[in-house]
């Protein structure tokens, strides 16, 4: 029921725990050298959420980091799980990407198998065990947001396996600053243009006050009708125009003398070198 | 977001850094929580209900960490409908708890969780189960989580045996709200639940409404 995952087992497919009994032993030597271990790094991204009158709206940044260096400026966050219930992830970006995967595929099957349109809760569940099950060491947290049969409904899911089911949530490096305008802002049953105006807004304030999170802002409106993925909804980071120019203009400096004097010189030796173009 | 090492980037786990305590009256129980999540330092849940229902007449609070509580809870809900179809009848008190007992005990390396089960059913009416570790025992009242330290000496000093279910349900308020002004790791709106032979009830008390202790 709570398989306990032993590093020394043999793996095929699936994630690979080889390093946890090396992490474990750093951990150990760390505590005794009296000096700390390197601090969980939380990767950059900010997603966010809101139930509004006719459906969900989710949205996400699309900055990806590798270290200190962006890696992709406009990467895509949100991804579709079934037609009506779209996901958002944060966290190590293969473990979300390949979560995402894995829970389509199987809510795929699980529709096939029930003959109905899944439920949000559904596919909330199956990602929660799945998560639960490798003891948050698959590092990734979603948003999980949709319409089913019964209504609009959005979770978030963590690293471990807990879950909330909340009218808005916030993800990822920049949830804080997300969560500040949703807590300032949010009102139940907003119309939709509000509604995206307020997430759009949310994801601004990741983009600008958090290191991690950046470029562009996507959003994703779902409701009754269907689900439509607004990639590039906002751009708030697009180069400025420069106002003015910084060249002097000719005849600034006034010349006071010219004076020219010709170099006489004789070609004494010429080679020639093929450069190589394979 | 891409790249980094492996399992060494683990987010901060999500705790219920907590306040639960569920108290016994002749008749039934009242359970009360606080509804403060935290991860590391920010609070990802500010209004969540930790009292999860096991069954019709019996309630459990969670503690600890936030996972391991709720997936302990929701196996136990399946195994006592499973457990209660079997016997042809609402399940005991004593069967939910021992449910959650065994596997508080089987994992209690793995898990970290602290739950309190409590309840009412035909046999021995209102009954409080503790649960930690792995243990179980059966107490007129108990309180769990990070906030209980606060309030160990103020439930000590204030309980009376034979408190009727009003008396009950300001006892569990009065703890709640010491608790939540003391302790960081709980707030927000404090939950109560009181159960009985004939009804659950379910309330949201709000903070302006908890009771008012010393506060400059």
């Known amino acids: ?278 | 977001m891409l790249g980094g090492a492996g399992p060494e980037l683990v987010t901060e786990e999500v705790k219920t850094g907590t306040t639960i305590i569920a108290v016994e009256f002749n008749g039934g129980v009242v359970l009360g929580s606080d509804s403060r999540v935290s991860a590391g330092d920010a609070v990802v849940n500010r209004v969540m209900n930790k009292l999860s229902p096991l069954h019709d007449r019996i309630y459990c609070a969670l503690s600890g960490s936030a996972a391991d509580a709720q997936t302990m809870a929701e196996v136990v809900n399946h195994q006592l409908d499973v457990h209660s179809i079997e016997i042809g009848e609402d399940p005991l008190v004593c069967s939910a708890a021992t449910l959650v007992k065994n596997i508080s005990y089987k994992y209690k390396e793995e898990l970290m969780a602290h739950l309190i089960v409590a309840g009412w059913d035909r046999k021995d009416g209102g009954q409080v189960f503790a649960t930690l570790n792995g243990l179980l025992t059966r107490l007129p009242f108990a309180i769990g989580g990070s906030g209980s330290f606060y309030v160990y000496g103020f439930v000590d000093a204030e309980y009376r045996k034979g408190m009727s279910r009003d008396e009950c349900q300001q006892f569990v308020l009065n703890t709640l709200s010491l608790a939540m002004t003391r302790d960081g790791s709980s707030g927000g709106v404090a939950f109560l639940v009181t159960i009985d032979q004939h009804s659950t009830e379910e309330k949201i008390i709000l903070p302006k409404h908890l009771p008012k202790f010393f506060n400059q």
Request: proline share 5%; aromatic share 8%; hydrophobic share 35%.
């Open chain 1, 1 to 278: 029921m709570f398989p306990c995952l032993n590093p020394s087992d043999v793996q095929d497919g699936g994630f690979s725990f080889n390093n946890c009994s090396r992490n474990a032993a750093l951990e150990s030597s760390f505590s005794e050298s009296s000096s700390k271990p390197p601090k969980a790094r939380k990767t950059g991204t900010t997603i966010a959420g809101i139930v509004f009158k006719d459906g969900v709206i989710l949205g996400a940044d699309t900055r990806a980091t590798d270290d200190m260096v962006v890696a992709d400026k406009n990467c895509v966050k949100i991804h579709c799980i079934a037609p009506k219930i779209y996901c958002c992830g944060a966290g190590v970006a293969a473990d979300a990407q390949i979560t995402k995967q894995i829970l389509a595929s199987n809510v795929e099957l699980h529709t096939l198998n029930t003959g109905r349109p899944p439920l949000v809760a559904m596919v909330t569940r199956t990602l929660k065990q799945m998560l639960f099950r490798y003891r948050g060491q698959v590092n990734s947290s979603l948003i999980v947001g949709g319409v089913d049969v019964d209504g609009a409904h959005l979770y978030s899911v963590y690293p471990h396996g807990s879950y909330d089911k909340l009218p808005f949530v916030t993800l990822g490096s920049g949830a804080e600053a997300a969560v500040s305008v949703f807590e300032d802002r949010f009102k139940p049953n907003m119309e939709l243009e509000e509604g995206k105006q307020l997430v759009r807004d949310a994801i601004a304030a990741g983009i600008f006050c958090d290191l991690g999170s950046g470029s562009n802002v996507d959003l994703c409106v779902i409701t009754q009708a269907g689900a439509s993925f607004l990639r590039g909804f906002d751009k708030p980071t697009t180069k400025g125009r420069r106002e003015g120019s910084y060249m002097y203009k000719p005849g600034t400096t006034a010349v006071l003398t010219k004076t020219v004097t010709p170099f006489c010189l004789d070609v004494i030796d010429q080679s020639v070198h093929a450069m190589d173009t394979k």
